[in-house]
């Protein structure tokens, strides 16, 4: 995408539902995302009803974390 902070960017269909999409997106930190809100596209894109946010998360990569520390049986 090439905003600042934004580390993945993704869309996905539905495979039940070809009309279905989600756009994952990750964010190196929430100053990050509430910049990307603050974007005249990402406003546009909101207004005009093209996308809608269902929800938001805090996550963490498991498979990073077992990558740096090992699994930890």
């Given at each position: 995408?090439?905003?600042r902070?934004?580390?993945?960017?993704?869309?996905?269909?539905?495979?039940?539902?070809?009309?279905?999409?989600?756009?994952w997106?990750?964010?190196?930190?929430?100053?990050?995302?509430?910049?990307?809100?603050?974007?005249?596209?990402?406003?546009?894109?909101l207004?005009?009803?093209?996308?809608?946010v269902?929800?938001?998360?805090?996550?963490?990569?498991?498979?990073?974390?077992?990558?740096?520390?090992?699994?930890?049986?």
């Amino acid at each position: 995408m090439g905003e600042r902070g934004c580390v993945v960017f993704d869309v996905l269909q539905d495979l039940d539902n070809g009309r279905r999409f989600t756009i994952w997106e990750c964010w190196q930190s929430p100053k990050d995302l509430a910049t990307h809100f603050e974007y005249p596209h990402t406003k546009a894109a909101l207004a005009r009803g093209m996308t809608r946010v269902m929800s938001q998360a805090k996550l963490t990569s498991v498979n990073s974390a077992i990558a740096r520390n090992g699994p930890q049986i």
